[in-house]
């Protein structure tokens, strides 16, 4: 099986993405994904799961919650409407904006794209565990003073899309910090702050974090 | 001679910039109330139509539901606003798609949804106009008495004679596509409402008292029985001017019904199909110059399409026509405007406000004007830019200094625009990715037009604690552009107080006196005044006093804020409270005739030169900003950080605007109402973009500013389309400029 990956911000540009895929089905490649991580998984592999509430184990910023769910509830509404935990917001609810970004296992995903059940047995990290109460991450510092974010309803997601860039790419050029979270959409405009904040952040981040 | 502030002209921290970005800030779809059930609207399916019946499919066990039709309307069935002539719920007739007619409520919103799709509206279909020249030749009468819901005249000198004198006469007509706000919240609503406690929302929206004024008649309560709060707000850029009453209106009927709280979000393709969009417009032109290139007549037939109900299109035709003619002096003018009916939704309010719209045919035809002169387009503008002294078509005498050749200088300087010019013009000949710089120079009027800011007569109130903190009260809402941040900075600075001491209170129409919307560029420059003067009342009652001294503290120093809070603990033990509060006045000797559409329409301007330079392929059609550089005039810029932002961010839509932003209408229905198909840019799209002030303070605004946030959308649209015709010679003359329309403008150039 060829090996894919989530959605992940990392080397995708919207636009380059849509050209290879074609603007209509850029939702249903996000939820083939999806489908393959559900087989790829030995809780859910082989079981009908639903029409009714299922029980589930999520992993969300180190602490374990169980619940029970839908099957078609998202990890999104998981997050947002069981666990209140509401800094990943719901925008276009199917992969395109990039504002529900969270971590799954390090890497960038799409929350509203990835069915809760299918998050079980991995390390979810959400805005709100990024830093401990009271403290701000080296990044969120950087957008903050790069005032890259205006109404802020897109902040969590380029905030999270950036950690996991940086994570991988610790030392990014001008060039591809320009490219690098084109995965995520902001109307305000704040790309040219969000720009220098990745920059910026990455200089915080050297020396290890 | 007052020491300039220290604050004002300084970067100083966002307000709310800590809770934005760790995601603790609260949106409306972020809070949760005891009880709450969720809302869902269910839409006209047609543009035009007779409602016979509604059938309610037998699957559903509706007696779990909150089901709501215009018969439940306690008061008026109206969205109250300049006429009352959109219903809050269709009764009879639908006038276009996705009108609400019916609102159901569960507490699941899976069975809600499903719910929705189950209702079905039986409507005997009506004919229907979807076009500004349908509406225009009156094919149907589908709105009043002729499908005109405002027309305006202005008239300067002497148009008709002054033909003859024109030595040549140059004719043109533009058209601009509508534009989706796509502000990334979604709109929403929650509302507790019950016949004893009265109606209250919280919500997304840019105007608390818009909403306050559409719920009080809906439900026939006294004012205080209405109360509007604003959530943290997700963007909102004229979208969420008018439509937040709707959706108030929809979640507090359900609320009425249920007894219960509400809420209602709206997902991206409901936002995006049902709520109001930019106004598409038709500009025709004719303009008469001579043989060296100055303005003799300019005659302007401004149109746009309004959709199915007024809403506020007379107020964005207002703006429209008076920015029509742009920064120019021209002794003849005449410019008619008017707006219509279509059977499409109300389309509304959208950062410029009608000016994008009439700056882009103006800004384009100006360049054909300039080759018809043999001139080149910078030189045209220069021989007929307005100066200090002179008139705009409104008849507005300008007092300001204003210098727009320099602004242009400067915008050529920083963009190398006439090295590069010359050099496009050379290598494109064999290029297939040909290059171009084109420029726009425009101006934009800063509050409400003409007697609107008397008549709004907003009001500010600046409170005091007894533990020395400063509390600004107003309704001017952050959505964004750092309205909280620039009120603090003037409070601040006006009371010699550290930053850290002032709160901004939350726009609450229970809490705050009305400032008036949070629209027309006017936070900074009118409520930001009022912020500066109701501070300053607030400071004299302290010195009045006793606390010594100018700047609040002894010897001309600013106190320290022990003192501050020693003199307001003092004053609030002998008197209670302290508070100042502020009124609008109008700056002296402004005029504005409403009848014949002359005067002051503005106090004051913003001017400006936007330049850009884009790539554009010949075999692919594909179009790219390469470069942008935007110089302006914002009398004096309060927080530099902030105000570059919102240059950036009106750049970015102005690029949407002209080359990608395209809704797809089939009988008035929008098709592509998702992110996926109506493409907005990306990081990937947006250039450098290169923001330069000139300062030149206003003596009438806050520290000197003028307003600022809806300028960067007017210039980018002409500055790129100007720019693709110098790369390939095409005349493009509508916008978005989507690779279709590229490709039939060059097989025109070809052929
Ligand atoms: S809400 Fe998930 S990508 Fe838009
Ligand atoms: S800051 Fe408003 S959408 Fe990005």
Redesign the pocket.
Known sequence: MSKRKLPTQKGLSRRAFLKTTGAAVSAGVVSGAAAELLNAQSTAKNKVAGPGEVPITLRVNGETHNLNVEPRVTL?DALRDRLDLTGA?????????????VLVDGKAA????MLAIDAQGREILTIEGLAPEGELHPISAAFVENDAQQCGFCTPGFVMACKAYLDRNPNPTEAQAKKALGGNLCRCGTYIGVRAAVLDAAARMKGGR | MHPEPPLIGQAVPRKEGRDKVTGRARYVDDLVFPGMMYGATVRSPVARGRIRAIHFDENIPWQEFTVVTAQDIPGENCVALILHDQPCLAAEIVNHPEEPVVLLGHPDKHLLEEARRAVRLETEPLPAVFTIEDSLAKKEIIWGEDNVFKSFLVEKGDVDSAWARAEIVVEGEYETGAQEQLYIEPNGMIAVANPDEGVTVWGSMQCPYYVHKALVPLFGLSKDKVRVIQAETGGGFGGKEEYPSMIAAHAALLAWKAGRPVKLIYDRAEDMAATTKRHPSRTRHRTGVTRDGKLVALEIDFVIDGGAYCTLSPVVLSRGTIHAAGPYECPNVRIRSRAVATNAPPHGAFRGFGAPQSVFALERHFDQVAKACGLAPDEFRRRNFVHAGGTLAVSQVIHENVDLPQLMERAFAESDYHAKRARFARENRDARVKKGIGFAAFLHGAGFTGSGEEYLASVVAVEATAEGRVRVLAASTEIGQGANTVFTQIAADTLGLDPELIDIAPPDTAAVPNSGPTVASRTTMIVGKLVESAALGLKQTLVSSGLPGERGGPEGRPCTSEEFQRACAEYIRKHGALRATCQYAPPPGIKWDDEKYQGDAYGAYAWAVYVAEVSVDTVTYEIRVDDFVAVQEVGKVIHPVLATGQIEGGVAQGIGYALYENVVWREGRMVNAQ?TNYIMPTSADVPPIRVFFEENPYPFGPGGAKGIGELPMDGPAPAIVNAIEQATGASITRIPVTPEVLMEALEGVHA
């Open positions: 999104l917001k719901k925008v276009c609810d199917r992969g395109t904006c990039g504002t529900c970004t799409y929350a509203c794209s | 992110m």
